[in-house]
């Protein structure tokens, strides 16, 4: 079965510095996707970035990129110029299909002014 | 577009009772999913729907009962409710399955078995 693992319960930044989260995951399949969700306190999940794992560029949106490395199978999440609206809890996430995602436990990320 | 609705927001539930979570979405999606959420773990996959009329187990299925009627609605069931049970339930909704393709997550329901 695959597995995504984020290994740092917590993080914390500074705001306006950048932080990276750290996510691990084991699959066979050689082709899936990768993603990352943050959930305020809200609760509202919400899609920060994803990664098709055939692209061997980094994905990028705003001040949010990956680092993509497919043989170490990891795929970490950087936060540039962060803003107190960024504290949540982030989730790394895999599938092959959106019939089988895979959550990792999360990562809370406090942002300090 | 309200986008996924979910109801109600809280719950609570004595043991052995039963109830219906709620799942709307004005999207004209074809795939919906039902997910809980324990404490301090990511979201764990319990039913999905590939459309009206089929549905399918998920990773935790155990305990719940799912039927999909309509494109829009996507009903939950609990029929004995157990503590185990006690978790955040998010509903989703995405308009294929292709594993690129974005889900979109209702607000949640907190559900507690006593």
């Known amino acids: 079965a695959q597995t995504v693992t984020q290994s740092q319960p917590e993080m914390s930044v500074q705001e306006a510095e950048t932080v990276t989260l750290s996510c691990t995951y084991d699959?066979?399949?050689?082709?899936?996707?990768l993603f990352w969700y943050k959930q305020p306190p809200s609760r509202q999940m919400i899609l920060v970035i994803r990664q098709e794992a055939y692209k061997q560029q980094n994905a990028t949106e705003n001040r949010f990129s990956v680092n993509f490395q497919k043989a170490a199978k990891s795929f970490s999440l950087k936060i540039s110029d962060s803003q107190l609206g960024d504290a949540a809890m982030y989730f790394c996430a895999y599938s092959v299909n959106n019939n089988d995602m895979r959550f990792g436990a999360g990562t809370r990320l406090t942002v300090k002014p | 577009n309200a986008g996924v609705t979910q109801t109600p927001k809280f719950r609570i539930l004595k043991i052995g009772q039963s109830m219906t979570l709620q799942c709307a979405q004005d999207m004209n999606h074809n795939y919906m999913y039902w997910y809980r959420q324990d404490p301090g773990m990511g979201l764990k996959l319990i039913y999905y729907?590939?459309?009206?009329?089929?549905?399918d187990k998920g990773e935790v299925p155990n305990g719940y009962n799912v039927s999909r009627s309509t494109t829009e609605d996507f009903p939950l069931r609990l029929e004995l409710a157990a503590p185990s049970q006690t978790s955040v339930y998010f509903c989703?909704?995405?308009?294929?399955?292709?594993?690129?393709?974005?889900?979109?997550f209702g607000p949640g329901t907190r559900l507690t078995v006593l």
């Open positions: 989703a909704s995405s308009l294929t399955s292709g594993g690129n393709n974005e889900q979109f």
């Open positions: 699959t066979s399949e050689s082709d899936y996707y």
């Open positions: 729907s590939v459309g009206a009329g089929i549905t």
